[in-house]
């Protein structure tokens, strides 16, 4: 357990360092308070993909509907000229959302090609009554 609760109070603090929270009325998202998502390197080639999601509620369901990972091809991010690398999607890979929170943590593993630039693409959902809304955030790329 102590260990558990050291890990979340770790991840709550790398997330706002390296996160900057959304406002969900900067995007008139009714049901997302806050968003973050980075990537981590573990090591060479081997990355995660970590996200943290509040939700304005207890929500019926919060978490990532899809997280997307793409190989930095230019300078700059762009998702129609940089490579797709994978797409999870939540009905696919267990862990991706939950039920009745007001926030939410996970993070996916992934092993890539070492020295190249990575960032990825998180679409986060979250719904209550009847009623849900979806809001995008993009990672800094990082070496892998």
Same mark, same amino acid.
């Given at each position: 357990?102590?260990?558990?609760?050291?890990?979340?109070?770790?991840?709550?603090?790398?997330?706002?360092?390296?996160?900057?929270?959304?406002?969900?009325?900067?995007?008139?998202?009714?049901?997302?308070?806050?968003?973050?998502?980075?990537?981590?390197?573990?090591? &060479?080639?081997?990355?995660?993909?970590?996200?943290?999601?509040?939700?304005?509620?207890?929500?019926?369901?919060?978490?990532?509907?899809?997280?997307?990972?793409?190989?930095?091809?230019?300078?700059?991010?762009?998702?129609?000229?940089?490579?797709?690398?994978?797409?999870?999607?939540?009905?696919?890979? &267990?862990?991706?959302?939950?039920?009745?929170?007001?926030?939410?943590?996970?993070?996916?593993?992934?092993?890539?090609?070492?020295?190249?630039?990575?960032?990825?693409?998180?679409?986060?959902?979250?719904?209550?009554?009847?009623?849900?809304?979806?809001?995008?955030?993009?990672?800094?790329?990082?070496?892998?």
């Amino acid at each position: 357990m102590k260990k558990c609760v050291t890990y979340l109070v770790l991840l709550l603090l790398a997330a706002s360092v390296l996160c900057t929270p959304v406002s969900a009325a900067e995007n008139s998202n009714a049901y997302v308070r806050s968003v973050c998502a980075y990537i981590h390197r573990w090591g &060479p080639g081997d990355i995660s993909v970590e996200y943290y999601v509040t939700g304005t509620d207890i929500m019926d369901t919060i978490g990532a509907h899809k997280v997307t990972v793409y190989r930095l091809t230019g300078e700059t991010q762009d998702v129609s000229k940089d490579e797709l690398v994978a797409n999870y999607w939540h009905e696919y890979t &267990p862990g991706m959302m939950t039920t009745g929170s007001v926030a939410y943590s996970h993070s996916i593993r992934l092993q890539v090609e070492p020295g190249e630039k990575y960032y990825a693409v998180v679409v986060f959902y979250a719904t209550l009554d009847g009623g849900g809304d979806n809001m995008f955030f993009s990672t800094k790329p990082v070496m892998a």
